[in-house]
């Protein structure tokens, strides 16, 4: 990888830098000794991007099976902890059903 100033890639050029990472060339671009951006193909995004995507629904699925009691709570139960019942629920969304079609 090479790596120029921004001052050498102005000289060098926008489309020599395109090229360059069309050819699988990257560059890397600095301000005062320090990389703030880097030149690469739009194949090499993609596959980071992929790769980014691919790590994080890994890491998803590790803490979920990492935090898992295998605990499960069912509708009933869930109805009962907010004081609900199938009678009112149905109730209800008989009553949206009915503003709905108003």
């Known amino acids: 990888m090479t790596t120029l100033s ?4 102005s000289r060098a050029g926008l489309s020599a830098l395109v090229a360059a990472a ?10 005062h000794g320090k990389v703030v951006a880097e030149v690469v193909s ?8 992929h790769d980014r ?4 629904d890994a890491a998803l699925v590790m803490a979920r099976f990492a935090t898992d009691s295998g605990v499960r709570t069912t509708l009933d139960q869930a109805m009962e902890f907010f004081d609900l019942n199938r009678a ?9 059903g009915q503003s ?3």
């Open 6 to 9: 921004i001052t050498e890639a």
């Open 88 to 96: 009112e629920l149905e109730a209800e969304n008989a009553e949206e």
């Open 100 to 102: 709905d079609n108003s």
């Open 22 to 31: 069309e050819e699988g060339r990257d560059t890397s671009l600095s301000r």
């Open 53 to 56: 995507d691919t790590l994080r």
């Open 42 to 49: 739009a194949k090499e995004i993609a596959q980071l991007r």
